[in-house]
C-alpha cells in the first residue's frame, strides 16, 4: 500500500529565512505524481508545486523548490525568503494510477515576524 | 466557473437529520473527489468519480453517507441520520483524468458542518 509520511508535525521560521518540510512516500510504482498543497486558515486548499516521478529536473515556482530524491521516496519541499503570507499547514501528497491521492498528515508552518 | 465551488459553506444540523453537501467541479474536470477533514487532521478520502460512476466507494465511512454526481458535473454528498462524529469540514476537488496517473487535484473552499 502506498503511504506518505510528514515527520513535522509543526515547524516555525523567520520570515526571510528559509524553510524546508520534509516528505517521504513509499510506493511500487514507477509512473506518479508528487504534489505540495497549502492550506491556509482560511482552510481553500492550494496547490505549490507538482512534480512528474519521471522527471529528473526538481520542480521549481518561484519562491517554492523541491528536492526529488526517486531512489529515497523523498519529496521535499524549500521555501526560500520566507512570508508572513506563507503561514499555513502544508500537506504532502502522492497521485497514483488507480486516481487515488495519499495525502501525509500535514506540517503546520508559522514564519515570524 | 473559475474554480471548485461548495454550498453551503457552512452548516449546522441536529443529530439525526439529513444533510447534503454540493459541490461544482471545473467545468471539464471529469474527475471528482469528495474528502473529509477533522480539526486540525489531514484529509480522508471518502468517494471518487469519473464521470457519473463511482469506481472507489472505499472511504465513505457508513452506509448513511453517499454521493451522486448528474450530467458528469455537478455532485452531491448526503448524509442520513447524522452524528457528532460527522462534524468535520468537507473539501471537494476535481481533476483532468490523465491516462493511468492522477494529476493535479483543485480543491473547493469546503464545507464546515456541525452536528449538535
Known amino acids: 500500500a502506498q503511504t506518505v509520511t510528514q515527520s513535522q508535525p509543526e515547524m516555525s521560521v523567520q520570515d526571510a529565512e528559509t524553510v524546508t518540510l520534509s516528505c517521504t512516500y513509499d510506493t511500487s510504482e514507477n509512473n506518479y505524481y508528487l504534489f505540495w498543497y497549502k492550506q491556509p486558515p482560511s482552510r481553500q486548499m492550494i496547490l505549490v508545486i507538482r512534480?512528474?516521478?519521471?522527471?529528473?529536473q526538481n520542480a521549481t515556482e518561484n519562491r517554492f523548490s523541491v528536492n526529488f530524491q526517486k531512489a529515497a521516496k523523498s519529496f521535499s519541499l524549500k521555501i526560500s525568503d520566507s512570508q508572513l503570507g506563507d503561514t499555513a499547514m502544508y500537506f504532502c501528497?502522492?497521485?497514483?494510477?488507480?486516481?487515488?491521492?495519499?495525502f501525509g498528515t500535514g506540517t503546520r508552518l508559522k514564519v515570524l515576524a | 466557473g473559475a474554480g471548485v465551488s461548495q454550498s453551503p459553506s457552512n452548516k449546522v444540523t441536529e443529530k439525526g437529520k439529513d444533510v447534503e453537501l454540493r459541490c461544482d467541479p471545473i467545468?471539464?474536470?471529469?474527475?471528482l473527489y469528495w474528502y473529509r477533514q477533522s480539526l486540525g487532521q489531514g484529509l480522508e478520502f471518502l468517494i471518487y468519480f469519473q464521470g457519473n460512476s463511482a469506481p472507489d466507494k472505499s472511504g465513505l465511512p457508513s452506509d448513511r453517507f453517499s454521493a451522486e454526481r448528474t450530467g458528469g458535473s455537478v455532485s452531491t454528498l448526503t448524509i442520513q441520520r447524522t452524528q457528532q462524529e460527522d462534524s468535520a469540514v468537507y473539501l471537494c476537488?476535481?481533476?483532468?483524468?490523465?491516462?493511468?496517473?492522477?494529476?493535479?487535484?483543485?480543491f473547493g473552499p469546503g464545507t464546515r458542518l456541525t452536528v449538535l
Open positions: 501528497a502522492f497521485g497514483s494510477g488507480t486516481y487515488k491521492y495519499i
Open positions: 476537488a476535481s481533476s483532468h483524468l490523465v491516462e493511468f496517473i492522477a494529476d493535479t487535484q483543485y
Open positions: 512534480q512528474e516521478a519521471y522527471k529528473q
Open positions: 467545468s471539464g474536470h471529469t474527475a
